[in-house]
C-alpha cells in the first residue's frame, strides 16, 4: 500500500481544485496525514485542534472521501482526529505499524445546529494565548469585553491575517463571559452559518419556523460572528442583518467580529452594515515575532507533555513565520514523530517534520518569481528593482519584495542581501521591518503585499 504521505499529496489536486484558497489554505492544508489504521483499512487525518476538526468534518468530509476514492491503492475510509487524541491513535507496544483503536469512535454526525450545542472550544481561552507585541491591542480589548459585556467596545472588531488568534480570542471572550455567568446566552457562528441560516428562515417564512432567525439571534447575550469578509451585499439579507445588529446593540448586547481585514476593506457590503462594522472598537493581530513565536511553541509542547529543549523550539520557530495554525501543525508532526520512534524530540525529527512544510513553501515559490511578480505588479523593470535606483517608484518595489522573499520563503536577510547583489543584512532588515509596519496601517502596501503573494502562489 502507498505510504500516507503519498496518497495525501495525490489528494491535493482535487482538493485545491474544489476548494477556494481561502478555505483550503485554512481548512485543508494544516490537515497532517498520520497513519493508516490497518486492520480497518482507514486513512487517519490529524486536525491541530478540537475545532478545527469540528469544522473540517463539517465542511470537507465528503469531499476528502472523495479525494480518497480517487486515489488508486488508498485506504477506502478516512478519519479525521485532533491533536488531544493523538494517544489513541499510536502505534501499539509491538512496534507494529497497526494502530490502536480509538477509545470513543469519532463521530461524523452532521453538525448540529449551532444554537443547542455549545460552539465554543474550551481550549481556545485567555490563559492559552500568548501575548506579544504583534496581539496585546487585541488581547487587552477581547479581555475588556469579556469583563464589561455591552458596557465597553461593543462592537469590538478584530482583523489580522489568516491562522494568528482571531477565532482563538472570540472563543476566549465567550469562554471568559461563560465562566462568570452560565446562564449567558453566548453564540458563535461563522459567517457562512449565519448567512445559510437566515436564508433558510426566509425559505421557511410560511411555515412555524419563520421566526426562528429572529428569535435566536435577537435573544442572544453576546453574538460573535467569525469571518465577516464573507458577508457581502445580499439585498434581501442586508436589511435583517442590519436591525439583528441595531437590535442587539440598542438591548445593549455585546458583539463581536472577525475579519481577515478592516471594515472598510470588506468588497460588496451593506453600507450599513459596514458602518455598523466601522463604528466597533476596531483592533488587529499581526504576525508574531520570533520570541513570540518560540512562547507560543513552547507552551503548545507542554501542553502536550512533550519535552523540547529551547534551541530546538528556536530552530522550528525561526522556519515557520507566516501563519500560528501552521507552526501547531508542524508542532503536531514533531509530537507525532517522536512518539512513533519512542525517542526523544532531536533535530532530526524537527526537520523531519519541517521538511514537508518547507518543501510546500518552496516549491510553491521561488525568490526570482517573486521578484518577478512584484515587477508585474509596480509595472517596473526588474533590472530597476536589482539595481542600485534610489527613486521612491523604485525603491518601494524593491522593499516589497525583499519583505515578499523574507515572508513567504523564510530566506535569511543575508541569504536576501546577497541575491540583491550583496546588500548589507541590515538593510534588508529595515526594508523588512518598514514593509512589515507599514501593513497594518497602509492599505496600498497591504493590498499590494496581498496581491503579489497571490499572484506568486499562482504561477
Ligand atoms: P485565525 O482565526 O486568526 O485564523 P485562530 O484563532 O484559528 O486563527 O488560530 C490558529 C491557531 O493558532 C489556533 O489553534 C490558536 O489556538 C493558535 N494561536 C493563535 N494565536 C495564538 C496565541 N497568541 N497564543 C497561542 N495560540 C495561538
Ligand atoms: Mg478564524
Redesign the pocket.
Known sequence: MKNVKTIWQEMQPVLEVETNVYSYD?WIKPLVPLSIKAEDDVFVLCA??P??KTEVIAKFLPLLKRALRDVEGAPSDLMIISTDELEDYMPKQDGAAQLAPPKAPPVFDEPQPSFEVNTLNP??NFE?????DC?VRA?RAAQAVADNLGAVYNPLFIY????????????AIGNAAKLADPTLKVLYVSTDTFINEFITSIRNANTSNGTSFRDKYRKVDVLMI??VQFMSKKPATADEIFNTFEALKNAGKQMVF?A?RKPEEIPDLDSRVRSRFASSLITD?GL?NLE?RI??LE??ATEAKTIISRDLLTYVAERVTS???E??GVLTKIIFLAKLYERKVSLDICKEALKDYLAQVSEEVTADEIIECTCKYFDVSKADVMGKKKTKGVVEPRQIAMYLISEIMSMTYTAIGSLFGGKEHTTIMHACSKISSQIPNDARIRTAVNDITAMVKHE
Open positions: 485554512i491541530p485542534s475545532s478545527g481550549k481556545y492559552r494565548f500568548i501575548v506579544g496581539n488581547f489580522g491575517g489568516v491562522g494568528l488568534g482571531k477565532t482563538h480570542l472570540m472563543h467569525d469571518d472577525a481577515d493581530v508574531p513570540t512562547a507560543i507552551a503548545k501563519n500560528i495554525r507552526m501547531e
